[in-house]
């Protein structure tokens, strides 16, 4: 009786995997030094399922046996010589793209950072948020975010104060806090673009990449140029993830 094309396959991946019995092993490889389209059956298998292995993609391996009945036209060992070969060339092309360094949202994250330069300085002035502004430029995070939350205390719901709040926040690396605080600056309010903008960064941050790309979408208009420009080029980048 002639052997079906996937039972002709089946075997062809056994014994490649070690599936085979000693006896049915030694039967095979006989059969293969009698029959040059099952040895190039077999050398095609091979390159294909090496490839899998560095993929990892047992799904795919178990397609190529089934699909084999799907295939028309020419013998079935021709058929299926050609559809190892086809599948080989496939996985070598899908293992190359996978190989490519790629970025990641975190790395996306650092490369599209945004540095608030603050609010400007009166000369003299001793206002509260004179003196955040004064703690923030020198660097000094922990008393800008010690000023913040004492100014909060009285106004809660100040932009201004939430914001940077946020930056705060994020720029000690609490971006869990930094999202609270970026939520709460509306949209109207001038910094909402910048709000929106960092709150992008702390999801790429979690990898979030979804959410990320909902925040950038709220900046590709904004007043600021150089931010809406950020966003649209931060955007194309996490099409390629």
Known sequence: MEEMPNERMQRVVQYLEGELDATERTAFERE?????????????ARKTL??????????????????DTTLDGGTRTGSMRWWWAAAAVLVIGVTAWWLIPRDTPQELAIEFAYTEPGLPVLMGSSGSMDAIMNAYKQGDLATAGVLLNASLARDPMNDTLNYFAGVVAARSENCAGARVRFDLVLDGSRFHPQARYHAALCALHAGDVALAREQLEQVTNAPDAQLAGKARGLLERLNDL
Do not use: F, N
């Open 32 to 44: 293969v030094e009698g029959d040059p389209a099952l040895r190039a059956d077999l050398d095609a």
């Open 50 to 67: 090496s490839g899998l292995q560095a993929l990892g993609e047992e799904r795919l391996r178990r397609a190529l046996i089934d699909a």
